[in-house]
C-alpha cells in the first residue's frame, strides 16, 4: 500500500489545519514539512501538544514554492530508501495555490495587446483569456501536483470546499440546484488517492479512497467520528514502511531534461565543460537516440553562445566584432605577460568573411567584393 495523497477539505473552522498539525505529533512518521499558502495558521498550530513540523520558507513566487517542494521531494526519497519513517508534506491551501494561478492568468491577459486596447476604451469592459494562458496555468499546477503524486511519503493537501450554486454553461444559475465545491483546479479531487471532507457540524467523512482494505461506496460516503490522519492513514488503510511498493519511475517523453539535469547544465557556466557535454552526449553509452542528441547538443550550443556574447544593459545580445575580438586577444595576451611589441604589429587571426558574389547583368562577369 503506497504512502496516500490526502486531500481534505471543508467549511472554515472546520479543523483542516489542526488535523494536520495533530498529524505531526505521530510517532509512526518522520519530519514533517509545512507549505503555508497565505493561510497563516502554521505558526499558531505549532502550540498543539506534540506537534513538530518545519514551516517552509518561500518569498510568495511559484518558482520559490516549486523548488521548496522540489527540496522536500528529493529529501522524502532519500528516508524512503533508507527505509525511514514517512516525511509528511503539508500543502495550506490547494485553494490559494490554484488562485495565486488564476490571478497570474487574469493578469497577463490584461496585458495583452488586445485586451490593453480594449481596456483603455472602457476599463471596466470584460478581458477575454485566451486558452494558451489557461494551458500556462494548467502546466504549473501539473508540475506542482506531479511531485505530490511522485512524492515517497506522505501528502496532506489541504482546500476549501463550500455550497455553490449550479450553474449552465454561461455561467448563470439554474434555478434553487446546489452542489459542493472543491475550491481548486477540478482535477484535484480525482489526482488524491484520500479524499476527506470537514464540516462543523458533521462527522468529518471520507468521500473516495483508492484502497482495497478501506472501500467507500458510490455516494455513500464513510462518516468517522473519531477521524484522525494517523488512524486513516496506518489503520483504515494499513500503509507501513515495511509494506512499501516499488518506486515507480516518473514519466518522461525523452531524456533531454533529464540528461541535461543529471549533468548539472543550469550550473555549468565553463565553456570547455560545455564542449565535454556536447561530445559526451553522443556516447553509446549513454543511450540517447539520435534525436535526443540533437536536441541536447542545441542547448548546449545556445549557452555557449550566451556565454560568449552576454547581454547589454538593454537586454540584448551584441555580436561581438572584429574590433571586440582585437581587444580581448591583446587583454589575453597581457594578462600573460607576453604582450606583442608594438614595433613589430601582428596580423590577429580572425576569421574571414564570406564573399558575396553580385551580377550587374547576364552578359558580364561575377565580381569579387
Given amino acids: 500500500m503506497p504512502w496516500p495523497l490526502i486531500l481534505i477539505e471543508g467549511e472554515e473552522g472546520s479543523g483542516k489545519s489542526y488535523s494536520a ?49 522540489e527540496a522536500v521531494h528529493a529529501e522524502a526519497r532519500r528516508a524512503a530508501l533508507a527505509k525511514e519513517p514517512p516525511v509528511v508534506l503539508v500543502i495550506d491551501s490547494a485553494s490559494a495555490l490554484w488562485r495565486m494561478l488564476t490571478n497570474w492568468t487574469q493578469e497577463r491577459a ?10 483603455e476604451e472602457d476599463p471596466d469592459a470584460a478581458v477575454d483569456i485566451t486558452m494558451n494562458l489557461w494551458n500556462d496555468a494548467v502546466d504549473r499546477w501539473q508540475r506542482v501536483i506531479h511531485l505530490l503524486q511522485t512524492f515517497s511519503g506522505i501528502v496532506v493537501c489541504l482546500a476549501r470546499g463550500k455550497q455553490v450554486s449550479v450553474v449552465d454553461d454561461n455561467g448563470n444559475p439554474i434555478g434553487n440546484l446546489k452542489e459542493w465545491k472543491v475550491q481548486g483546479h477540478k482535477d484535484l479531487p480525482f489526482d488524491s488517492s484520500v479524499w476527506v471532507r470537514l464540516k462543523r457540524d458533521e462527522d468529518p ?27 486513516l492513514v496506518f489503520g483504515l488503510m494499513g500503509c507501513s514502511v515495511s509494506s512499501q511498493p516499488r518506486q515507480m519511475p516518473a514519466l518522461a517523453g525523452d531524456r533531454v531534461s533529464t540528461w541535461l539535469d543529471d549533468h548539472d547544465f543550469e550550473e555549468t557556466e565553463d565553456i570547455a565543460e560545455l564542449g565535454a557535454l556536447w561530445r559526451k552526449s553522443a556516447d553509446p553509452e549513454e543511450g540517447l537516440e539520435r534525436r535526443e542528441v540533437l536536441s541536447i ?38 594578462e600573460a605577460g607576453d604582450a606583442p611589441d608594438q ?19 547576364r552578359t558580364t562577369t561575377a565580381t569579387r567584393r
Fill in 205 to 231: 467523512q471520507v468521500i473516495k479512497a483508492r484502497s482495497l482494505r478501506l472501500r467507500v461506496e458510490k455516494r455513500r460516503p464513510m462518516r468517522l467520528s473519531d477521524f484522525t490522519i494517523e488512524h
Fill in 343 to 361: 614595433s613589430e604589429p601582428q596580423e590577429p587571426e580572425l576569421t574571414a568573411a564570406p564573399r558575396r558574389r553580385t551580377r550587374t547583368s
Fill in 110 to 119: 490584461r496585458r495583452t495587446r488586445k485586451n490593453r486596447a480594449v481596456l
Fill in 21 to 69: 498539525a495533530e498529524f505531526s505529533a505521530s510517532d509512526l512518521i518522520g519530519q514533517t514539512y509545512w507549505v503555508d499558502l497565505a493561510e497563516g495558521s502554521a505558526d499558531e498550530y505549532a502550540a498543539i501538544d506534540g506537534a513538530r513540523y518545519e514551516i517552509i520558507d518561500h518569498d510568495g513566487t511559484f518558482r520559490d514554492i516549486l523548488e521548496q517542494i
Fill in 297 to 334: 547538443r542545441a542547448e548546449i550550443e545556445a549557452k555557449v553562445e550566451r556565454l560568449k556574447n552576454p547581454p547589454t544593459e538593454m537586454g540584448e545580445h551584441r555580436a561581438a566584432t572584429d574590433g571586440d575580438k582585437l581587444r580581448e586577444a591583446a587583454a589575453r595576451e597581457a
